[in-house]
Nanobody, 124 residues
């Protein structure tokens, strides 16, 4: 059974950094694009970043561009999200997900496997 497990969340102060990890097991994800989404209380789940299967191309939401970096290690079947200069509005549950589509990576419905999420809290 395919499984995605996120880790690395926590409580930080504004301006700090965190690195989230997403480990895939039970199925090879190396041939698929992967994405990170986040959901704050009372808000819709929103796109954060995506990376192609080769890692050669990345995409970011405008709100995180220049602060967050998505990367992957196919040998470890893992995807990472380096988050720098965190702001209170970045606080949310962060989810990694897999997509088998070639477009629409900013859309939640494009993803078919999801992790359970990891909580990120940013204090001001």
């Amino acid at each position: 059974q395919a499984q995605l497990v996120e880790s690395g969340g926590g409580l930080v102060q504004a301006g700090d950094s965190l690195r989230l990890s997403c480990a895939a097991s039970g199925r090879t994800f190396s041939s698929y694009a992967m994405g990170w989404f986040r959901q704050a209380p009372g808000k819709e789940r929103e796109f954060v970043a995506a990376i192609t299967w080769s890692g050669g191309m990345t995409y970011y939401a405008d709100s995180v561009k220049g602060r967050f970096t998505i990367s992957r290690d196919s040998a470890k079947n893992s995807v990472y999200l380096q988050m720098n200069s965190l702001k209170p509005e970045d606080a949310a549950i962060y989810y990694c997900a897999r997509t088998n589509r070639r477009a629409g990576w900013g859309l939640r419905q494009s993803y078919d496997y999801w992790g359970q999420g990891t909580q990120v809290t940013v204090s001001s």
